[in-house]
């Protein structure tokens, strides 16, 4: 099992930065990738991925703008937000992917509001 709590939502004016966090617990050493999403209204879609060797990848409508990082110390992924407009506004959800025996199994944290104001 995996267990994601994300902090670090809230209320930003346009141009601003927030740093979400999401604390990992359980079994960290069977997480394949790690990623934050994000939900307006319509779909989830992926904001940022990192593996645990460091490999990152963005959705292109943050590319610059956003950061995804890790502290293996601290058991965290962050995802720096910067230049944020109201279009970043959404619910953002952290998600593991963990493999047990060549089945992969997702994990999602609760989520977290970020509402950024024009």
């Known amino acids: 099992q995996v267990q994601l709590v994300e902090s670090g939502g809230g209320l930003v004016q346009a141009g601003g930065s927030l740093r979400l966090s999401c604390a990992v617990s359980?079994?960290?050493?069977?997480?394949?990738?790690m990623g934050w999403y994000r939900q307006a209204p319509g779909p989830r879609e992926l904001v940022a991925g990192i593996?645990?060797?460091?490999?990152?990848n963005y959705a292109d409508s943050v590319k610059g703008r956003f950061t995804i990082s890790r502290d293996n110390a601290k058991n965290t992924v962050y995802l720096q937000m910067n230049t944020l407009t109201p279009e970043d506004t959404a619910v953002y959800y952290c998600?593991?992917?963990?493999?047990?025996?060549?089945?992969?199994?997702?994990?999602w944290g609760q989520g977290t509001q970020v509402t950024v104001s024009s």
């Open positions: 359980g079994n960290i050493d069977e997480i394949k990738s």
């Open positions: 998600k593991a992917v963990r493999l047990w025996y060549g089945v992969t199994y997702d994990y």
């Open positions: 593996t645990p060797g460091g490999i990152t």
